[in-house]
């Protein structure tokens, strides 16, 4: 089945660095999600990706859909207290009007104040 | 703006137990996902389903079975319980046609077998 490789498994930073977190995978996708997940949630979609190449923000986060198809990295900026989490990168299945995901293994960050 | 439900939020059964797992979709979410999450891991993908009938079906176990209803909520029911069926349950429903940008995901269902 199709894998994501997610890395790093985890991190820990001061307040006020920077992130940077990345999935690959051997298969080709048309579509890169992030999300996040705090304890005892359920994931929180942050970016979704549609286009090979394409560079999209929501505040403080930006990720980029690889030009190959099979990578996707996400920046976090400026990082504050309430960042930390488990970081997911997912990736859909199939096409058409129904989407299961993969999920990578997730990036957990703590961030010290 | 209302989310999915998902009850109970904690359960807690003996091996050998039933479980039944609640999901109420976002309105007119025609869409339930279900996946499993094992203690420090990635959501795992279960069954879908779209307009009541089964769409996809990932690494459920026989001993599971779901069903979509008439009003859209979602059950995952669990039988002959083990000790490693222990995990975070998470329902997720989306519009159809709305792919995978419309996907919103529940609080979970935590259920531990005992």
Known sequence: ????????QSMFIQEGED???NCTSSSIFN???WYKQEPGEGPVLLIALYKAGELT????LTAQFGITRKDSFLNISASIPSDVGIYFCAAPNSGGSNYKLTFGKGTLLTVNP | AAGVIQSPR??????RETATLKCYPIPRHDTVYWYQQGP???PQFLISFYEKMQSDKGSIPDRFSAQQFSDYHSELNMSSLELGDSALYFCASSLGDRGPYGYTFGSGTRLTVV
């Open chain 1, 1 to 8: 089945g199709q894998q994501l490789n997610q890395s790093p």
């Open chain 1, 19 to 21: 992130v940077s977190m």
């Open chain 1, 31 to 33: 579509t890169w999600l």
């Open chain 1, 57 to 60: 923000s929501n505040g403080r």
């Open chain 2, 10 to 15: 904690h359960l807690i059964k003996e091996k």
């Open chain 2, 40 to 42: 420090g891991q990635d």
